[in-house]
């Protein structure tokens, strides 16, 4: 549902406003930006014969009409971050669990410069791979 304002009501999706989409289209440090999704996209397109050819992101995106806009909405922020509830926690824990946290730091290695888990680099590698999986089907939402 969305909200009166645009944002996120109960944990639902949004309509995504000018702030989102200024960060989506034309901030290259955020992580999943609109020439990422797009690039993605082309090359599984490509992979099933869907296309033949890949467009570069830069010919269909309109950067200078979003631009364009920054002083009209410059006071509009960014609905989809979650806004921190201090007394959420506290909900949860009333409810008997219903939103259970599981914290639980691990840690893998990686050989140098390389982005394959080799068990043969780190030995811990099946047994933490499976111990994740395991506490994974215990908490809901995982």
Do not use: C
């Amino acid at each position: 549902m969305v909200g009166k304002d645009g944002g996120v009501a109960e944990g639902d999706a949004h309509l995504t406003n000018y702030r989102e989409n200024a960060k989506f289209f034309l901030i290259p440090s955020t992580p999943r930006t609109s020439e990422v999704v797009w690039n993605s996209a082309s090359t599984i397109y490509k992979s099933l014969g869907a296309i033949s050819t890949t467009v570069p992101a830069a010919k269909v995106k309109a950067s200078s009409v979003l631009g364009a806009m920054s002083e009209t909405y410059k006071d509009v922020r960014d609905l989809s971050q979650p806004t921190f509830k201090p007394d959420a926690l506290m909900k949860m824990s009333a409810e008997g669990g219903a939103g259970q946290i599981l914290t639980k730091a691990v840690m893998i290695s990686f050989e140098p410069n390389k982005s394959v888990l080799n068990p043969e680099y780190d030995a811990t590698i099946p047994g933490t791979l499976e111990e994740i999986g395991k506490l994974a089907g215990r908490f809901g939402n995982a």
